[in-house]
């Protein structure tokens, strides 16, 4: 089972036929698809797959909790941002069972189990969390909240799950299932282009910014576009528009990233003046201090200009996650394995989130990243070579041999 044919046999599911981006989300037909493609798999490879309470896909070679000890585990996610590219995500996954499939050829025999992951609504894009399944997991988020959150139809994750067969009581935190996991390695497409300045295939993340998504609503009055003068209005666009200046001015400022990519103008009518606005705010800092500053200059200047257009303002915090140093031990251990393969990695912070970093304020986790020379993700002109794809499978089998072998 070779990773071109593993690539192209996910590669048409849940492909947009006109953007050629990626529409992979949770507990949609796409997603079943992908997860009927993880069974074919891994049962393709005599892997045992298993489905947890948090809906996230499991893959064992070996019996996890039982008496070899604590798993080694590889993985990533398989859904997608809207119009993501190919890689982001199941780069990792495709990798993994390549990988695996490579040990398998060469008669490798681990002394514990390895597994497979798949996190589901890593991305977030469809219930607003990112990371969701490895936050339920860890008992990052509460579980009771999380079942009530709601896509942009109003469908609870709990009516999701259910109407995809997955019965939504039983998510919340698996301390089991943690404590069979000893360690985990997310191999993933570099969301940049430091690795092609570099000119390397592979490096090793050393840890990712903190980051959150903030909602702002801005509620303001609908009326007439021909018919109301302007100093009569309560145009909650005006207030909107100048927090999304605001807030790249404060991130030039702070050194950090702000970014507002989703917004809802209701009731969206071309000749009326918006009853309400509601924007996502994506923030990303070197520091959590200064990720608090960001935000704090950004909501009083929502705030402020609100006041100023007669418009109400509410911001809600939707996901957080803190500074992420990947276990520095793990990371050695890996730094070690791949140049002694001959494929020295370099090392690379990122502003990305990923469930490794979720997972690791509980198990040592570490990442591998692949060369990007577009340099672009979450769009979908992301690309890796099939070259450094492959190269990609090689560092992960190393590691993986290492972190299981005897
Ligand atoms: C995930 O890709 C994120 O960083 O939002
Ligand atoms: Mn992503
Ligand atoms: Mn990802």
């Known amino acids: 089972m070779s990773f071109a044919e593993l690539w192209e046999q996910l590669l048409p599911v849940g492909r947009d036929a006109q953007t050629g981006g990626y529409r992979r989300y949770s507990w949609t037909e796409p997603d079943e698809q992908c997860r009927a493609w ?71 025999r681990p002394a514990r189990p390895v597994g ?55 998510t919340g935190p698996d301390e089991e299932l943690l404590a069979a996991v000893g360690a985990y390695v997310e191999l993933h497409i570099e969301q940049g282009s430091l690795l092609d300045g570099l000119g390397a295939a592979v490096g090793v ?54 970014t507002f990519g989703k917004v809802v103008a209701e009731p969206g009518a071309a000749n009326a003046i918006s009853s309400a606005v509601r924007a996502w705010l994506d923030a990303r800092a070197p520091q959590v201090s200064v990720l608090e500053s960001l935000v704090d200059e950004i909501g009083a200047a929502a705030a402020a200009a609100a006041a100023e257009h007669g418009v109400g303002l509410l911001i809600g915090r939707e996901s957080f996650t803190p500074l992420v140093s990947f276990d520095p031990s793990l990371r050695e251990r890996i730094s070690g394995v791949l140049a002694a393969a001959g494929q020295p990695a370099p090392v690379l912070p990122t502003g990305a989130g990923h469930d490794a970093g979720v997972l690791a304020a509980r198990i040592p986790t570490a990442m591998l990243f692949v060369r990007n020379p577009s340099g672009v993700s979450h769009s979908p002109a992301e690309h890796a070579e099939p070259v450094d794809c492959e190269a990609g499978v090689a560092a992960l089998t190393a590691v993986l041999a290492d972190l299981a072998g005897p």
């Open 205 to 258: 993340a050393e840890g990712i910014w903190p980051h959150g998504r903030w909602r702002l609503d801005f509620t303001g009055r609908a009326d007439h576009a021909g018919t109301t003068r302007l100093p009569d209005r309560r145009d909650p666009m005006l207030p909107f528009a100048a927090t999304v200046l605001a807030a790249r001015d404060a991130a030039e400022q702070l050194g950090a990233l702000a």
């Open 38 to 108: 993880f069974a074919r798999t891994a049962a393709g490879l005599g892997l045992a797959t298993d489905c947890d309470r948090n809906g996230n896909l499991w893959a064992w070679w070996g019996r996890p909790g039982g008496e070899s000890g604590p798993a080694v585990v590889t993985g990533s996610h398989l859904d997608s941002v809207p119009d993501g590219g190919a890689y982001d995500g199941p780069l990792g996954i495709v990798s993994a069972f390549a990988a695996i499939a490579r040990l398998r050829e060469d008669g490798f």
């Open 116 to 170: 497979v992951a798949a996190f589901t609504e890593e991305e977030g894009a469809r219930f607003g969390v990112a990371c969701l399944g490895s936050r339920l997991m860890t008992g990052m988020i509460d579980p009771a909240a999380a079942r009530e959150l709601r896509d942009g139809d109003g469908v609870t994750l709990a009516a999701a799950m259910r109407s995809a067969g997955r019965d939504p009581v039983l």
